[in-house]
């Protein structure tokens, strides 16, 4: 079955950086779109970042210039380089996935805590 393993969340203080990791594995079909989203305690999730199989790049405009997605395609990996953080970027980060079929999968989330 598909998972999706998430790791590098933490504890940063205001104007650090951090960088999250997410990799996909199980698909018999390929991901298509691979990306990352958050969401912060009584707030919706929100889409931070996507990337597409071509490397299109989508960033919310709260992030852009401050976070960088990027992918390995070998090795089925997304990451989010995030700086110049700000305490309102605290949040649960989740990685998601999309197959070429359309069928949509979430990893367990990583909680990102930036202290002012």
């Known amino acids: 079955q598909v998972q999706l393993v998430e790791s590098g969340g933490g504890l940063v203080q205001a104007g650090g950086s951090l960088r999250l990791s997410c990799a996909a594995s199980g698909s018999k079909f390929g991901f298509n779109i691979m990306g990352w989203y958050r969401q912060a305690p009584g707030k919706r999730r929100e889409l931070v970042a996507t990337?597409?199989?071509?490397?299109?790049?989508n960033l919310a405009d709260s992030v852009k210039g401050r976070f960088t997605i990027s992918r390995d395609y070998a090795v089925n990996t997304v990451y989010l380089q995030m700086a110049s953080l700000k305490p309102e970027d605290t949040a649960v980060y989740y990685c998601?996935?999309?197959?070429?079929?359309?069928?949509?999968?979430w990893g367990q989330g990583t909680q990102v805590t930036v202290s002012s």
């Open positions: 990337i597409s199989s071509r490397a299109f790049t």
């Open positions: 998601q996935a999309i197959e070429y079929i359309g069928t949509e999968y």
